[in-house]
């Protein structure tokens, strides 16, 4: 079973996620901040993160990079999941090394599909 981690500091949101994952036959990790996100991709090394942006200490940009950047999880690809819908936010994210970038709300199908994609290898931007 492919695992996702996800790290936002919404339980409604990654509640939500969450639930539609393991629905689709997803095993679920989470983190509520960007520095637990980081620690539990580390020691779960999932096969996919989903990536708030705007969270306390260590934002998503910030865990993304550090993710992109590490040996240990460079190969972890990682979605960018947040309400920042600019052109700008979206360049950044993929500077920091996302490979896919989606806007809250993500309907269920969206989310579940774009998981499947970039974990086949393709770059959603």
């Given at each position: 079973?492919?695992?996702?981690?996800?790290?936002?500091?919404?339980?409604?949101?990654?509640?939500?996620?969450?639930?539609?994952?393991q629905?689709n036959?997803?095993?679920?990790?989470?983190?509520?901040?960007g520095?637990?996100?980081?620690?539990?991709?580390?020691?779960?090394?999932?096969?996919?993160?989903?990536?708030?942006?705007?969270?306390?200490?260590?934002?998503?940009?910030?865990?993304?990079?550090?993710?992109?950047?590490?040996?240990?999880?460079?190969?972890?690809?990682?979605?960018?999941?947040?309400?920042?819908?600019?052109?700008?936010?979206?360049?950044?994210?993929?500077?920091?090394?996302?490979?896919?970038?989606?806007?809250?709300?993500?309907?269920?199908?969206?989310?579940?599909?774009?998981?499947?994609?970039?974990?086949?290898?393709?770059?959603?931007?």
């Open positions: 079973m492919a695992s996702v981690l996800i790290v936002d500091d919404s339980p409604t949101e990654t509640y939500k996620m969450e639930t539609v994952l629905k036959g997803f095993v679920v990790f989470k983190a509520d901040n520095m637990d996100g980081v620690a539990a991709a580390k020691k779960h090394l999932p096969d996919l993160v989903l990536m708030d942006v705007v969270m306390p200490g260590l934002n998503g940009f910030q865990a993304t990079r550090q993710l992109t950047q590490a040996p240990e999880t460079a190969h972890i690809p990682v979605i960018i999941v947040t309400t920042k819908d600019q052109q700008t936010d979206k360049l950044w994210g993929k500077r920091q090394g996302a490979k896919g970038y989606l806007v809250k709300p993500v309907d269920e199908k969206k989310l579940v599909d774009s998981v499947r994609q970039v974990m086949g290898g393709a770059i959603l931007f």
